[in-house]
Structures are given as structure tokens and as C-alpha cells.
């Protein structure tokens, strides 16, 4: 191999390990933080599905916090309604402060309650501050989507 193609190799396999950013370095991933609203709505990472969550409390705060969220396939017709509710998703929620690099304090607890609404018991946050939500949708063996969401918590 020429002394440029090792030059060329060396330099490809160098540039994506310095563009990747870790906690260590002091960089955070970053996302736009929303104000919580009871019963607001969004579309998933990938637009699949339209998601309403809700709070018992009416928002989220510090400690333990216990939500339902309804997940809906789009509506072609409507794309702010709810759309057609999924039942039997594999739904999961990870939150996190990108912040101080900590996660929730609790595991959660996930309960299928009928027309696409699963309640999402236990989410234990331990401090004030912005707060990554994931939620991970699987709708069968090859349906997988996201739902990216930040929160300032006091």
C-alpha cells in the first residue's frame, strides 16, 4: 500500500473517534428542552406514532412521578389527534440528567391500561434539573421507535 493510501486509511479511521462526544470531555448531548403540559402531544423520533402524556400530578417534579402515556398510530386525516390507540406495544422508559451523567433512581413499572394508554409507575428523579425521557416503542418483530423528550424539573 502507498504511503498516501496508509496516510488517507490513518486519517478515516481517526476522524469519527474525534467527532464523537463523551461526558468525560465536559460535552452533553443537548436537546430542546419542552415545557411539560399535561396531556401534551407528540410525534415519535421517526413520525410513526403520535404519543399524549399525562402526569398524576399534572407535571413533572422531583422524587417519584407516575405517568401514562397513549400511543396512536397517525392519523392520515388529522395529524394532531391521537390516532388509533396500540395495544400490546413493548414500551420502555430511560431517563437520565445529561448534565451530572445520572440516570433515574428507580427501575419503572409499565401496565397496559386498554386503547393504546400504558401507565408508567416509579420514575424516581432525584434531582433538579434538565431531564432526558426516552421512551422505546417496539409494535411487532420490526416496528421500533423512539420518543426523545426534555424536561426542566424543579
Known sequence: MSHFKTTLLAFALL???AACDS?????VETRAVENFTDGMGCDSDQGAFRV???SDSGDI??????????LGFHDPMDPEAPG???????VDLDAWMP???EAMAAEPVITYLGDGQYRIENVVLHDEGVWNFDIEVGVGA???????LAFAVD
Open 142 to 148: 420490526n416496528m421500533h421507535e423512539t420518543i426523545s
Open 61 to 70: 417534579e422531583v422524587g417519584r412521578n407516575d405517568l401514562v402515556v397513549r
Open 52 to 54: 399524549v402524556l399525562w
Open 23 to 27: 461526558p468525560e470531555d465536559g460535552d
Open 84 to 90: 388509533q390507540g396500540i395495544p400490546g406495544a413493548r
Open 99 to 101: 448534565a451530572a451523567n
Open 15 to 17: 476522524c469519527p473517534l
